[in-house]
């Protein structure tokens, strides 16, 4: 099962998601003869509803299924995808938490990746969710303070679904509400003034402030419910720049595995229900490159199974 949020008119919707058409689940629910007291889109948390630990979950699976095999159906509740403006596919999160450095720079074999694990720990920061997540297909604005450095990082993102605190990893996927898709665009070189004297702890300092800019967080275009992915770590990602391919890499290639990582977080922070953790980017960004994105630029991040996410680049103001 895949739901989205999208807007209808002035109204918050959530819908089921499917690459053709999206359907509005108050609308698919009530076909089937669910009794709804309050429409889900009235509701902050809409899609969390309907995936694993929501009030409305079994209904939605079920009004899913018959959905997805039934075309003329869908076709006949939905309106077509292309048509549609999506939105950021989960509420405003209380925790918008980043994973750095979490795939290798290279090909490596699967001890090295465990020996790596077993040396290190997690990088993880955060970016301000209510200003840096946009939605799929909107415009990514580049900063005029510091336009010449702006990179792409497709990731695989988690959305929690239920709460937690020291989380063993074996027990961690069980707190999961759902994956989708992330673009963690990132100033490479912050230079608000580049004629400044530098400081020692500029690199790190900067290194922040280059992942706060507004809109650098886009996600979508759906959230897939994570009893329809068994296995996080069996996804492809890949990310194209107008069409050419940047990125590609396998989860399997990740230092932290999904699991890993929610028992590393919880060890010391209590994830919440919403929250959301993006896993960290494979090799091919722009910097590696010395590529930069530029305005006009189409980017469109993949992952198996969730779909396509496409944004625009633009200059901000």
Not at 177 to 191: E, H, K, P, Q, W
């Amino acid at each position: 099962m895949r739901v989205c949020r999208f807007l209808e008119g002035d109204r918050i919707a959530a819908g089921f998601y499917f690459d053709d058409f999206v359907v509005d689940c108050d609308h698919a629910l009530e076909s089937e003869g669910h009794a709804i007291a309050q429409p889900i889109s009235a509701r902050l948390e809409e899609t969390l509803e309907l995936l694993p630990h929501g009030r409305l979950y079994e209904e939605a699976q079920t009004t899913w299924e018959r959905l997805a095999s039934e075309p003329d159906l869908r076709r006949r509740l939905g309106q077509a995808t292309e048509e549609t403006e999506l939105l950021c596919p989960f509420p405003l999160p209380r925790k918008l938490l980043l994973l750095a450095g979490n795939y290798p720079e290279h090909v490596v074999e699967a001890g090295d990746i465990a020996r790596e694990r077993e040396r290190t720990f997690p990088y993880v920061f955060l970016k301000p969710a209510s200003t840096t997540l946009n939605h799929p297909g909107a415009d990514i604005a580049i900063p005029r303070i510091s336009p010449d450095h702006i990179d792409w990082e497709v990731e695989l993102a988690v959305v929690i679904g239920r709460a937690g605190k020291a989380i063993p990893e074996a027990q961690a996927l069980d707190h999961v509400a759902g994956y989708t898709i992330l673009n963690d665009i990132s100033d490479r070189r912050f230079r608000p003034n580049p004629s400044r004297e530098e400081r020692g702890r500029d690199r790190f300092f900067d290194w922040l402030h280059g992942k706060w800019h507004d809109g650098f967080a886009p996600a979508g275009p759906c959230i897939l419910a994570s009893t329809a992915c068994r296995d996080p770590q069996a996804l492809d990602l890949e990310l194209r720049v107008n069409g050419a391919v940047k990125q590609r890499g396998l989860t399997s290639e990740q230092v932290f595995p999904v699991a890993a990582v929610i028992e590393f977080i919880s060890s010391f922070v209590t994830l919440e229900r919403g929250d959301v953790i993006s896993t960290g980017t494979p090799s091919g960004v722009g910097k590696a490159r010395g590529e930069h994105l530029r305005p006009g630029d189409e980017i469109e991040a993949s992952i198996g199974g969730i779909g396509t996410l496409r944004n625009r680049v633009v200059l901000g103001e």
